[in-house]
C-alpha cells in the first residue's frame, strides 16, 4: 500500500515535470490528479439479462485497469503516432461522432483517403458472439482489438509509422515512461504495450446510456417487446418494427442482424447494395463463403452498431447514404438482387436471387424506424471527459 502511494505521488511529479519542461509544447497531456475510474462493473439491467458478459472478448492476457486505459486515452489522441505528428487515431474517430468520421472517407497523414467509412467505437468489448467468429473492421480483418491497433499506424494511408521507429520515436518523449510504467510495471515503450494499452482504452468506451436503455430500464421487461412508458407512439411502433418484425420476405426485425443491447452483430452480410460491389468486402478476403445459402462472400460487409447511429452518418461501409432515411429507404426498395444477398432480405427464398425486394414499409412506419434509431443516442457517451482529448489546452 506504502509502496503504492509512494509509487504514484512518483508517477503525479514525473508527470508534472514532463509538463512544465514541455509546457511551450502543446504536446503533453493534462490528466487528472487522481485517475479517472475505467474499469466499470456496473450495466443496467437489461444488458446484464442480455448475458453482456459472455459477449466480453477481453482477452486474460490484457485486462482492463484505470493506468492501461489512462495510456491508451493519450495514445489514442497523439498526432506523433503518424510518420509526421499530423494524424491520431482520434483524427479519424471523433468523440463528437461516436468516435467516427463525418467525413465520407477520412484522411490520412500525407493526405490521401481511406478506402472506406470511418466505423464508431462503442461497445467493441462485447463481439463475442457464440459460434461466430468476431473480427473488426467491415470486412473482418482484425481477429482480436489488439491487433487492430496496429494496423492504422501501419498503414500507409493512415499513420504511415514502422513499428520500432514508432517506439523509438515515443521513448523520447517524457510523459510516456512513466504511463508505460504504471500501466505494465516497465517504462519500455514497446509496441505490444501500445496494443494493449489502445485495445484497454477503446474496451472501455460503453455506451448503454441512451434513451433506449432509460426506457427499457424503466419497463423492467428484458426482451423489449413492451412499449416503453417513456418513448412516444411513434418511437414504439419504430421499436416494434424493428425488434420483432417489419413485412416483407421474412417477417423479420432489423435486430436480427443488429442485436441488442449492442445493436450489432460480428457477422457479414451483402444487403444488396449494389448489383455489382466495386469493394468486395468480406469476399476480397481469402476466407470460405460465411454462410451455406452463398456462393461465395462478395459484397458481404459487417453488421456494424446502430448505437449512436443519429450521430455516425454518413452511412455503410462506403459513407454513401446521408440520411437515415435514405438508409430506411434503401432497405425498403432499395435493394439490388445479387447472388449472395442475405435472405432476409430475398423475396423469392429459393435461392434464385433475382427478385430482391426488401422489407414492406409504409410512409409512417419509415419515419417511426427513424424515430427509433434515434432513441440510441447517448449523449454522456459523447461528453465523457474520460475519453476526451488530454491534448487540448484548457483555456487559463
Ligand atoms: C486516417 C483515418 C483513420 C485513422 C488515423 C485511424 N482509423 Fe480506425 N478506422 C478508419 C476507417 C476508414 C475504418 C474502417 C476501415 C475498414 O474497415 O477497412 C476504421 C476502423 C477502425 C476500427 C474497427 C471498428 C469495428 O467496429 O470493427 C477500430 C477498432 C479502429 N478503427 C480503431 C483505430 C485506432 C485505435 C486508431 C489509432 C491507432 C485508428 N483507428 C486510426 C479510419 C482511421
Ligand atoms: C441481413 C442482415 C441485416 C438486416 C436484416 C438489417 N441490416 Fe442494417 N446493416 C447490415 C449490414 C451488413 C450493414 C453494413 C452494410 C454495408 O456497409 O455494406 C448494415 C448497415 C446499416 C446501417 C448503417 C450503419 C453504419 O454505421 O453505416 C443502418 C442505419 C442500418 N443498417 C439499419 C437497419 C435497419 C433500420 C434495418 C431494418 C429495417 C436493418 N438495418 C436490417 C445488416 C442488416
Not at 77 to 90: F, I, V
Not at 92 to 108: I, M, V
Not at 333 to 359: I, Q
Request: net charge negative; glycine share 6%; proline share 6%.
Amino acid at each position: 500500500m506504502f509502496l503504492k502511494i509512494c509509487y504514484r505521488s512518483l508517477l503525479l511529479a514525473v508527470l508534472i515535470a514532463a509538463r512544465t519542461v514541455a509546457a511551450d509544447k502543446p504536446d503533453a497531456p493534462g490528466l487528472p490528479a487522481k485517475s479517472h475510474v475505467y474499469v466499470t462493473a456496473n450495466f443496467p439491467r437489461h444488458v446484464v439479462a442480455a448475458k453482456i458478459r459472455q459477449l466480453d472478448n477481453t482477452p486474460d492476457s490484457n485486462p482492463l485497469t484505470d493506468a492501461g486505459a489512462t495510456l491508451g486515452r493519450v495514445l489514442f489522441y497523439d498526432r506523433q503516432l503518424s510518420k509526421n505528428d499530423t494524424t491520431a487515431c482520434a483524427s479519424c474517430h471523433l468523440q463528437e461522432n461516436a468516435f467516427t468520421d463525418p467525413r465520407q472517407f477520412s484522411r490520412g497523414f500525407a493526405d490521401g483517403n481511406t478506402m472506406r467509412n470511418s466505423m464508431s467505437l462503442a461497445n467493441l468489448r462485447f463481439t463475442n458472439v457464440r459460434g461466430e467468429l468476431p473480427g473488426f473492421f467491415w470486412d473482418e480483418r482484425a481477429a482480436t482489438l489488439e491487433a487492430q491497433v496496429l494496423m492504422p499506424i501501419q498503414d500507409k494511408v493512415e499513420m504511415g509509422m514502422e513499428l520500432p521507429e514508432l517506439e523509438e520515436k515515443l521513448r523520447k518523449l517524457p510523459y510516456y515512461p512513466p504511463l508505460f510504467q504504471a500501466a505494465f510495471g516497465s517504462p519500455k515503450v514497446t509496441s505490444e504495450g501500445i496494443s494493449k494499452a489502445v485495445a484497454q482504452f477503446m474496451r472501455s468506451m460503453v455506451s448503454f446510456d441512451s434513451r433506449f436503455d432509460r426506457a427499457a430500464v424503466e419497463a423492467d421487461g428484458d426482451d423489449y417487446s413492451m412499449d416503453f412508458a417513456a418513448f412516444t407512439p411513434e418511437e414504439n411502433l419504430g421499436k416494434k418494427l424493428f425488434i420483432e418484425g417489419v413485412s416483407g420476405v421474412a417477417e423479420i426485425g432489423c435486430a436480427h442482424c443488429h442485436v441488442p443491447p449492442t445493436f450489432a452483430m460480428p457477422k457479414s452480410f451483402n444487403i444488396g447494395l449494389d448489383f455489382y460491389y466495386v469493394d468486395q468486402g468480406l469476399g476480397a478476403r481469402d476466407v470460405p463463403s460465411n454462410d451455406p445459402f452463398t456462393t461465395s462472400n462478395d459484397g458481404k460487409f459487417r453488421a456494424p452498431s446502430l448505437r449512436n447511429i443519429a450521430l455516425t452518418a454518413p452511412y455503410m461501409h462506403d459513407g454513401r447514404f446521408e440520411t437515415l432515411e435514405q438508409v430506411i429507404q434503401h432497405y425498403s426498395s432499395g435493394v439490388h438482387p445479387h447472388v449472395n444477398v442475405a435472405l432476409a432480405l430475398d423475396a423469392t427464398e429459393d435461392g434464385d436471387k433475382l427478385a430482391t425486394s426488401g422489407f414492406v414499409l409504409a410512409d409512417s412506419e419509415r419515419a417511426a424506424l427513424v424515430a427509433f434509431l434515434k432513441t440510441l443516442t447517448d449523449d454522456k457517451f459523447i461528453h465523457d471527459p474520460r475519453f476526451a482529448d488530454p491534448f487540448v489546452r484548457l483555456a487559463d
